[in-house]
């Protein structure tokens, strides 16, 4: 504000009655200019909202004129003539106005805010000096900032709000710089990632909690938030003690004013929703009666398992099974009963084949299993050992009935075979077998073919 007073400077005393001697004869006659600037400076003080007032040294008010007065309703008119004391309604040297004044008569300049009337001001105060320098009264000017500290206190209070709201998130909240580096994090980050404050802030956040597999997919969002999107995402990330979970992601960038842009990332802990994706999948994979695969998991797991053994230069063995009787068994001792057979007929096939085989229940009483054998392992020692299997299970359990599968099995050279081409020349076999034996109870024996490609050793 001291700059405000400098243009005025000498006018100032001429309309506060600072100086008042007059121009020398020989110089030109400049009132007319005088009084034109006093009309112009008269023109500004009405049009903007400020008050501009002198005081004598006893603090009479000798000028008062300013748009400010008729925001706080009143006039040059009501003030001029008054003591600053009436104005003020107080005689208290400790009323920072009056105060102001009082240390202007003592040669300071004051400067100062005051709400007066319902309006806020940015005041200054300082000494009239005569032309001999003396000090002969005061000068102030106040400016109105009402609107002006109105919009700041409305942004103080926006600021403490969202300042409230970044603490107190139930999301895990960064504030990133152009770099990525962490300016700031709430409360719930500390919580979830492990980091507090000091351990954070100024790390970069690729480096601090994404895994190092994960990096360039880290950059790459962040770098998509910073040119302008808005981003979701769901991916894993570190926490402190080194182990890794999923989280989801949510960015947008944050834009101020001529400073680059910045990322404001929110991070959601969902490990427990992918867990339960992860067991859902499973039960889509898996029969729920007897714990084997399903038809959708055999027919996804096997295009790999065939892709595999081509690769190792293997042969692959598909074995076709059904329960024989199961209808038999249904009617005479009751569907749990049959659920037994098959839960049954699954362990064996279990017990039968290895942990790296594929096993499967196609559905109804329809098995199957694939593996990747050796020179030396024949479909016929896989079939007699699931007969066997069975045998052992009839001598040591009492199921009021006998368990009998129908087995048929191919086996081919892995690479160029198709699944589906497998699977009907194992039911083939299986079927050719059945087909002209008498029903009985008893376990009948497997039967075996062999696809084009089967080595003549496997001939049963």
């Excluded at 003080?45 to 006893?58: F, G, K, M, Q, Y």
């Excluded at 109105?144 to 895990?172: C, H």
């Excluded at 392992?377 to 299970?393: F, G, P, S, Y």
Aim: one cysteine or more; aromatic letters at 6%; a negative charge.
């Amino acid at each position: 504000m001291t700059r405000a007073f400098k243009p005025f400077g000498s006018l100032l005393k001429r309309l506060l009655g600072g100086s008042s001697s007059r121009p020398p004869k020989d110089l030109p006659d400049n009132r007319q200019n005088g009084s034109d600037t006093e009309k112009r400076l008269s023109f500004m003080l009405e049009s903007v909202p400020v008050n501009l007032w002198s005081t004598d040294a006893r603090l009479n008010i000798t000028f008062s004129q300013g748009a400010g007065l008729h925001l706080i309703g009143t006039s040059a008119n009501d003030q001029v003539g008054m003591t600053l004391y009436e104005v003020l309604k107080t005689r208290d040297p400790g009323f920072t106005p009056l105060a102001a004044h009082l240390r202007a008569l003592q040669g300071e300049l004051v400067r100062y805010e005051v709400e007066w009337r319902g309006r806020s001001f940015e005041t200054r105060v300082e000494p009239l000096r005569s032309a001999d320098g003396h000090i002969s009264g005061t000068v102030g000017i106040a400016i109105d900032i009402t609107e002006r500290k109105t919009l700041y206190d409305a942004l103080q209070t926006r600021n403490v709000y969202f300042a409230a709201l970044f603490e107190n998130a139930p999301e895990a909240i960064a504030l990133l710089d152009e770099r990525d580096h962490i300016m700031r994090i709430n409360r719930q980050f500390t919580t979830l990632f492990g980091y507090a404050d000091d351990e954070a802030v100024g790390k970069n956040i690729n480096d601090l909690i994404v895994p190092d597999e994960l990096v360039e997919e880290g950059e790459k969002l962040t770098a998509e938030v910073a040119g302008g999107e808005n981003v979701t995402a769901e991916s894993q990330r570190r926490h402190k003690d080194g182990h890794t979970f999923w989280v989801s992601i949510a960015a947008t960038p944050l834009r101020v004013s001529g400073e680059p842009a910045r990322v404001y990332a929110m991070y959601h802990d969902i490990s427990d929703r992918k867990r339960a994706e992860d067991d859902l999948k499973a039960l889509l994979l898996v029969d729920e009666l007897t714990g084997l695969h399903n038809r959708r998991a055999f027919i996804t797991l096997s295009e790999q398992a065939l892709k595999l053994a081509t690769r190792m230069e293997r042969d692959v063995l598909m074995i076709f099974i059904d329960v024989d009787h199961l209808k038999h068994i249904n009617d005479t001792c009751g569907h749990l009963a049959g659920d037994r057979a098959l839960i049954d007929t699954a362990r064996v096939l279990r017990e039968s084949c290895r942990e790296a085989d594929l096993v499967a229940r196609l559905g109804g009483d329809e098995f199957v299993a694939l593996m990747s054998v050796d020179s030396d392992q024949t479909a016929e020692i896989v079939c007699e050992r699931i007969q066997a299997r069975v045998e052992k299970h009839n001598r040591e359990t009492d199921r009021g009935y006998r368990l009998a599968l129908s087995v048929g099995a191919t086996r081919s050279k892995a690479e160029g075979t198709m699944l589906a081409d497998l699977l009907a020349q194992a039911d083939t076999a299986l079927y050719e077998r059945k087909r002209g034996r008498p029903v009985s109870p008893a376990l009948a024996r497997p039967a075996v073919t062999h696809s084009r490609d089967s080595t003549p050793q496997d001939t049963m």
